[in-house]
């Protein structure tokens, strides 16, 4: 079959929350930006709080991106319609859209701790949730994952095994902070450039 | 169900440094990205129901404006199709667009252009593809405007647009620029896509077509997501 080419991808530009979080850029529309809430009601599972800074190569803050997030529920289902294995908790999206805050440069997910999900050949892989990261200077999405660094399965994960070299695992685990939450710091470039994905 | 997405042709896509356009210097992984096949959490995605949708939402003349007032600027629709890279209308689909209004000015606090604001214009607007694919948004046509990088640089006018397919692999954020404008072979931002057809692929067209008589005029632009390695229609039952 004959392949179209994937249209080209080109910057988000300083001024991406007009488009995805325009009440938090100050324009009053929709009733509400979507993924500003991954919840409808109460939720199965563990809740957590995911909090973390995108830091340039001279380690400043990024003020003006946007960052989402992807994952199963606690039970390791996710709301979507190309999901076969079971139905989802209907109180959980798994999506969630966040931009970095504009004085800080802080982003902050009040979400469920994922559990874990199948990998090709039927393993399990670690808890992980999906992010994607855009931004002025970015020209195309950075994928990445945030595992947990109280989750055991790491060490086994099919994806944080085939790192190398391996200690820049590290850069995908997320930190327990306080109670319920983890912090998750991601490096666009420098000794602790995060591990961006090809997907 | 399994099929995996096609990998994402890393040549045509523009690469991470592209010292032309500074913002990039400081904000590029200088890694090799990891490769691996998509799983679940990569063909799995949110999905966006018409309901979240108000009468509107894609119409930026109005969904800003005061009532009987409307906002300044050329008026346009700019319609198309959204397709995969196996040339089926994925449907369905949320796009979000933003845009500078008819001065060149956003709408944003961190925005300094001299350009004054609209008081009608917002500068965003979404929708939802219907079962082929299509869009529609009507607008004004944004003006191009200077951006601090290094020298005297403009943006073409253009509108960006973010769209969400089938599968979170898919994710895509790109800018939409118009047929004839002078500021496209000139532009750095553009000029991270290096192939002529990529520029083109971005650029949209005049369509006297869907043009309407004493109101607006037409633009057409195709988007296309990444599509499925084959097997995955094999398994697929009709219409889904
Ligand atoms: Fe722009």
Known sequence: ?199 | MTGSYLPRDRDWQPPALTPSYRSSLARSPQSALLSFPTSLSEETSPVFGHDILGPLDNDLILNHAAEGESAIGPRILVHGRLLDQNGRGVSGALIECWQANAGGRYRHKNEGYIAPLDPNFGGCGRTITGPDGAYQFKTIQPAPYPFPNGGNDWRPAHIHFSLFGQGFAQRLITQMYFEGDPHIPLCPILGVVKDQSAVDALTARLDMERTIHMDMRAFKFDMVLRGRNQTYFENLKDGM
Not at chain 1, 170 to 187: E, P
Request: charged letters at 15%; one cysteine or more.
């Open chain 1, 1 to 199: 079959m004959s392949q179209a080419p994937e249209t080209p991808s080109q910057t988000a530009g300083p001024y991406v929350h007009i488009g995805c979080t325009p009440n938090a850029s100050g324009i009053a529309i929709y009733q509400g930006d979507l993924g500003a809430s991954m919840k409808t009601g109460p939720v199965q599972g563990q809740e957590i709080t995911l909090r973390g800074t995108v830091f340039d190569g001279e380690g400043t803050p990024l003020r003006d991106a946007l960052i989402e997030i992807w994952q199963a529920d606690a039970a390791g289902l996710f709301r979507s319609a190309n999901e076969t294995r079971g139905v989802a908790d209907p109180n959980f999206l798994g999506w969630g859209r966040a931009a970095t805050d504009m004085t800080t440069g802080g982003f902050q997910f009040d979400t469920v701790k994922p559990g874990p999900v199948p990998w090709h050949d039927g393993q399990m892989q670690a808890p992980h949730i999906t992010m994607w990261i855009v931004a002025r200077g970015i020209n195309i999405g950075l994928h990445t994952r945030v595992y947990f660094e109280d989750e055991t399965a790491n060490a086994t994960d099919p994806i944080l095994t085939q790192i190398t070299p391996p200690n820049r695992a590290a850069t995908l685990i997320a930190k327990k902070a306080d109670a319920g939450s983890y912090q998750f710091d991601i490096h666009l470039q420098g000794p602790n450039e995060t591990v961006f994905f090809d997907i």
